[in-house]
Nanobody, 119 residues
């Protein structure tokens, strides 16, 4: 089992920046793909970014491409989401999740961290 703890959320003005962290523990050798997702009030959860744990290859949603950067520190077992040029529509609860090697979906999720962007 993998445990994930997000941190770094908060209130920021439009145009500002935040860096989210996702600390992982447990069966860390099973990591394959780590992702960030977000859910705004009244909306469905949506994909934000992902990173292959071994290669570091990243993928982004079109809505955040060029503004957000996902990275990971293999030694610290921590993933990051650097969010720049934040917009009010980025306001949501942000979750990190892990897809284990051989799994077909993201099976472990964190508790989420709130990001609020004021206009």
């Amino acid at each position: 089992q993998v445990q994930l703890v997000e941190s770094g959320g908060g209130l920021v003005q439009a145009g500002g920046s935040l860096r989210l962290s996702c600390a992982a523990s447990g069966r860390t050798f099973s990591y394959y793909l780590m992702g960030w997702f977000r859910q705004a009030p009244g909306k469905e959860r949506e994909f934000v970014a992902s990173i292959y744990w071994n290669s570091g290859i990243t993928t982004y949603a079109n809505s955040v491409k060029g503004r957000f950067t996902m990275s990971r520190d293999n030694v610290k077992n921590t993933a990051y989401l650097q969010m720049n040029s934040l917009k009010p529509e980025d306001t949501a609860v942000y979750y990190c999740a892990v897809r284990a090697l051989g799994a077909s979906d993201f099976g472990s999720w964190g508790q989420g961290t709130q990001v609020t962007v004021s206009s």
